[in-house]
């Protein structure tokens, strides 16, 4: 996990700074969001179904016009789920009791894409939201408390729609609510996709 | 409103680490209980409805990478009693070694500082120190003819295992056809010894004699 945060921490450093030497003053806005996520299909039946409120995203925008953004948006969020003993066929004829406890860890990276349609005018902006990149995986697995670890990184797309909300008419920052739709197709060890529909709240402000 | 790019990433930094520092440990939310699990293997060719009697040993072997002793402690004794109390509840006849049982039951605590133990070199373990002092076939070796994964065991593991001592004559060795292995915290306390053997039995239910 350690090198997974370092990893994040230059791609930080890398959207930050290239989104703020691009842009124009006013330009760039950052967006700090509280996230809560909830496992969905093979995820949620077979790995965690657990939700999880340990998350948080962040999001670098550049505003190239008044309906459209790009950016950079990464995150982190922690999926845990301990599930009751039972007995587990480990092999042709062995057999395991244990209590068996997921444990995953994931740091999207993303290049995202921000459609406004009604602009940066109004009380409430709507928005859609799409994105693409590599989320950072951390899969421990236990058996009693006997674990096995996998790292590895997947594809990962996103599709989402939300509101900003500025604090005054005149303001360039203001608070942020939205959902996405995540699609990673991990794939690893048989465990298929790990899907996730994810709501967040944050705010959003200027840096540049 | 307006932050500098530098003070940003600083802030970033500092919420990353804190988000992470919110997960939840595993390995902290276990109760001592939890932390233990139970594994059991099986020849699948033994039928253990055409046994009918079985002797136990009166002390545990202690295999501690190489080398092995015997030993009987309070919480070994405790071992040794539950996995007699069990196997007759299955409907198996306790006898003496002299009296030709069809199954020889060991109970052995296993060490490793390697931090991994084979069960095929495991199993070697009674084709010296063990083999004459325990069944007296010492003209036959030890067969396993099944295997768990390579197990790392550091903090240690208690063993109970079968020896299909009715048959060895015909096959000229000694087969094991069931193995039971408790791993986890607490393990060596007389206290737990039979809830941890009665787990054993409990997950597998084709032991049974057919009287």
């Known amino acids: ?208 | 409103m307006k932050m500098k790019s530098s003070a940003l990433i600083t802030v970033l930094l500092g919420v990353i680490v804190f988000v992470s520092s919110c997960s939840k440990q595993p390995l902290n939310n276990l109760t001592q209980d939890e932390t233990r699990i139970y594994i059991t293997d099986r020849d699948s060719s033994a039928n253990f409805a055409t046994y009918k009697t079985f002797s136990i040993s009166d002390s545990v072997a202690v295999i501690h990478d190489q080398y092995a002793n015997k030993a009987l402690t309070a919480s070994d004794s405790a071992y040794i009693a539950a996995t007699t109390k069990y196997m007759q509840q299955r409907g198996y006849v306790l006898v003496s070694r002299s009296q030709n049982p069809d199954i020889g039951v060991d109970v052995s605590r296993v060490y490793s500082t390697t931090g991994v133990i084979n069960y095929y070199d495991y199993s070697g373990y009674y084709g010296g120190y063990y083999d004459p002092y325990y069944w007296g076939y010492s003209d036959y070796g030890y067969y396993m003819p099944y295997a768990y994964d390579v197990y790392q065991i550091t903090e240690g593991a208690m063993s109970v295992d079968m020896l299909d001592l009715k048959n060895a004559s015909t096959n000229k060795k000694i087969n094991f056809i069931w193995t039971g292995l408790i791993r986890g915290e607490g393990i060596f306390s007389a206290d737990n010894a039979d809830t941890q053997v009665k787990a054993l039995f409990d997950q597998s239910t084709y032991i049974k004699a057919n009287n």
């Open chain 1, 1 to 208: 996990m350690k090198k997974i945060l370092n990893i994040a921490a230059v791609t930080i450093f890398l959207l930050v700074t290239s989104a703020t030497v691009h842009a124009q003053k006013g330009d760039v806005k950052f967006n700090l969001n509280y996230n809560y996520s909830m496992p969905m299909g093979n995820f949620k039946d077979n790995i965690i179904s657990n939700s999880s409120p340990r998350g948080g995203t962040g999001e670098i925008i550049y505003n190239f016009s008044s309906k459209l953004a790009i950016g950079g948006a990464f995150g982190y969020q922690d999926y845990y789920q301990k599930y009751p003993r039972a007995v587990y066929k480990t092999g042709p004829n062995e057999t395991t009791s244990a209590v068996l406890s997921n444990s995953i860890q994931t740091v999207p990276v993303m290049a995202k894409l921000t459609y406004s349609p009604a602009g940066n005018g109004g009380a409430v902006q709507p928005y859609l939201s799409g994105g693409a990149g590599a989320a950072f995986v951390d899969f421990k697995q236990y058996l009693g408390e006997f674990g096995s670890a996998t790292n590895s990184v997947s594809f990962v797309a996103q599709a989402g729609a939300g509101v900003f909300i500025p604090f005054g008419k005149l303001s360039a920052a203001g608070l942020r609510l939205g959902a996405d739709y995540n699609y990673v197709p991990y794939n690893k060890d048989g465990f298929g996709a790990l899907n996730t529909l994810d709501v967040h709240a944050g705010v959003y402000f200027p840096i540049r």
